[in-house]
């Protein structure tokens, strides 16, 4: 893993019995500070090196013939270099890529710029895409797992992951359950918990909610913190039925959650898998959310919630109000919303990652241009 400073390095160290090592990439626009307090004319100079730079595979070959590693997850390899995957290649060891975003096809990881999907790639893209092919070419035992369906098809549109193994498995997160129960209430309590930026739709669902108030009483808490946070405060923070939280801990967001009725996701970019809204299912609290990315693979509609157009303000006033109006359909929807809890389970994703992980040890390689029928492809 990449060290955030040079005294967080590590060579195979013991911590809580696993030998760790944690490398410090020099970079002049740390992945960590995530451009706060940077120059940003630096950005791509960072992306350079960590395309390009030649320290990147030195380091990770280093340690790969410290270790000698059987097999490796590689979950995330920007900050480490993508350049580095070579050096798995180069010593023949199998290994499984994760992909909790866009980050092999989209230099953002999102795909996502001025307000709405990007449909193609931009010059840019294509070029760090193509860096990112050398390196999963330089690996013959490779193997592509995510966490959404609809994020391991968009990244095949750029990448050729349909000619190695690949699978759609949840992220066997254990997440921490809410210290006190759900209090009753004679109004409805919405609930938004995440990152605070355009991207996420939060201004469409607070305008749709602005819409319904002189008819319905409910409330609303947005949970979390982010670049937008400050205009969405000037534009609404003066109504009493919602409540700004700010960055809360884990422990904080989750407890908002499980004191909620409704939980809302109305992202208008590509969302993978939410974590959020398996927490919420997992605590009986229904989701409405947008019909887009990894969330319609969560979130079944008119059983465990609703599914509304991305970017709809007037969907989602629609939506919003069906759930006022109907208290039984709210009761059916949280009754349901607990149902797939044991897809969720840890012991049954990890026995998932395990058979996932058998399929790309035994794999012979790719045939350029055939597909290859993966039995974990679901």
């Avoid at 003066?238 to 109305?266: K, R, S, Y």
């Avoid at 008119?302 to 629609?318: I, S």
Wanted: aromatic share 10%.
């Amino acid at each position: 893993m990449a060290a955030k400073a040079k005294d967080e390095v590590k060579y195979g160290e013991m911590v809580d019995g696993m030998k760790v090592w944690s490398l410090f990439m020099p970079r002049p626009y740390p992945i960590f500070k995530q451009g706060r307090d940077v120059n940003p004319l630096l950005k791509p100079l960072w992306h350079l090196q960590d395309h390009y730079d030649p320290r990147n595979p030195k380091l990770v070959g280093e340690v790969l013939d410290a270790f000698k590693p059987d097999f490796c997850n590689v979950h995330y390899m920007t900050g480490l270099g993508h350049n580095a995957l070579g050096e798995i290649g180069k010593r023949g060891i199998p290994m499984m890529y994760v992909m909790p975003d866009m980050a092999l096809s989209c230099f953002r990881s999102t795909m996502f710029v001025n307000g709405k999907t990007c449909e193609t790639q931009c010059n840019p893209c294509k070029l760090s895409a193509a860096v990112k092919r050398q390196g999963i070419r330089a690996v013959k035992r490779i193997g592509f797992s995510s966490p959404s369906l609809a994020n391991l098809e968009q990244n095949a549109r750029f990448q050729p992951l349909m000619e190695y193994p690949h699978a759609h498995i949840l992220n066997a997160n254990k997440y921490p359950k809410p210290t006190a129960p759900r209090a009753p209430s004679d109004k409805v309590r919405f609930v938004y918990a995440g990152r605070l930026h355009q991207s996420k739709g939060v201004d469409v669902l607070l305008k749709a909610a602005e819409q319904l108030r002189e008819r319905w009483d409910f409330t609303f808490t947005v949970v979390g913190g982010g670049g937008y946070e400050g205009e969405l405060r000037q534009r609404f923070d003066h109504h009493d039925w919602v409540t700004f939280t700010g960055h809360v801990p884990l422990q904080d967001a989750i407890n908002h959650i499980g004191a909620a009725d409704m939980l809302c996701i109305p992202s208008i970019w590509f969302e993978n898998s939410p974590g959020v809204v398996i927490q919420a299912l997992g605590m009986s609290v229904p989701v409405i959310g947008s019909e887009v990315g990894g969330i319609p693979e969560l979130v079944k509609h008119d059983e465990n919630g609703l599914l509304v157009p991305p970017g709809d303000q007037e969907a989602w006033r629609t939506a919003l109000e069906l759930i006022l109006s109907d208290p039984a359909r709210l009761k059916r929807y949280q009754d349901q919303a607990a149902s797939r809890a044991g897809e969720f389970e840890q012991d049954y994703l990890g026995q998932r990652y395990l058979k996932f992980i058998d399929e790309i040890r035994s794999f012979e390689g790719a045939t350029p241009g055939k597909i290859y029928h993966s039995p974990a492809a679901v």
